[in-house]
């Protein structure tokens, strides 16, 4: 699963609710997993899934990161922020933005309902870094980027305009699309070899 890149359009999407019937789908409890991989494997605390080009009100989070001690991975459906209290300041980051962090003012405390992934609603309060990944990952439901939440005076002092991370995602995509084209080429050599060694095995066999 690729995370898509700023400024993709999925990113920009309102995604619609999750159904009874979605939840019970076969694909659903695949695409968590397939998220949850994602977002371990590029290093993530949290994945929405218009991430992964999939317009539905889901996130997966994980505030420590897979292998920290007592972090919590959670499943978040139709997550709906239902009371907020005071503020807090850190530094924030996105799989989609990669290699930008930019101090972000968050709620710090958030009442959460959801429903979970066996369809039952639940209620939740978070304050921190897990109310802070909560945020993050419900404003991508709502097509917001955290660039977006930055005070103008952040942005001015980080990038002076958007240009500015565009062109860094850009040299990104450039990268990974080198990656790409690299490993078709292994691949492709390693598929040519095999086929010369079983052609030389069967004519061997038949010498
Ligand atoms: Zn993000």
Redesign the pocket.
């Known amino acids: 699963m690729q995370v898509r890149l700023f400024p993709n359009a999925a990113l920009k999407t309102r995604a619609e609710p999750v159904t009874t019937e979605d939840i019970r789908g076969e694909w659903f409890r695949p695409l968590i997993s397939e998220m949850f991989k994602t977002m371990y494997r590029d290093g ?1 605390v ?3 899934a218009p ?1 992964v080009g999939i317009s539905k009100r889901l996130l997966v989070l994980n505030d420590g990161g897979r292998l920290m001690h007592g972090s919590r991975a959670m499943v978040l459906i139709n997550p709906e922020i239902i009371y907020i209290e005071g503020t807090q300041i850190d530094e924030e ?5 990669p290699g930008i962090f930019l101090p972000i003012e968050r709620t710090n405390k958030i009442g959460v309902r959801y429903i979970d992934t066996t369809g039952n609603i639940c209620n939740i309060e978070a304050d921190g870094f897990l109310s802070r990944i909560i945020q ?2 419900v ?2 439901l709502d097509g917001i ?2 660039f977006e939440r930055a005070s103008k005076e952040v942005l001015d002092y980080y990038s002076k305009n958007l240009d500015g991370l565009k062109k860094r995602v850009d040299q990104m995509r450039f990268r990974d699309a080198y990656i790409k084209r690299r490993k078709s080429e292994i691949q492709a050599r390693a598929r040519k070899a095999k086929l010369k060694a079983k052609r030389k095995k069967r004519n061997g066999n038949n010498g």
């Not at 980051?93 to 933005?97: N, T």
């Open positions: 993530g949290g994945l929405a991430q980051g996105c799989l989609s933005l993050h990952e404003d991508h980027l955290f």
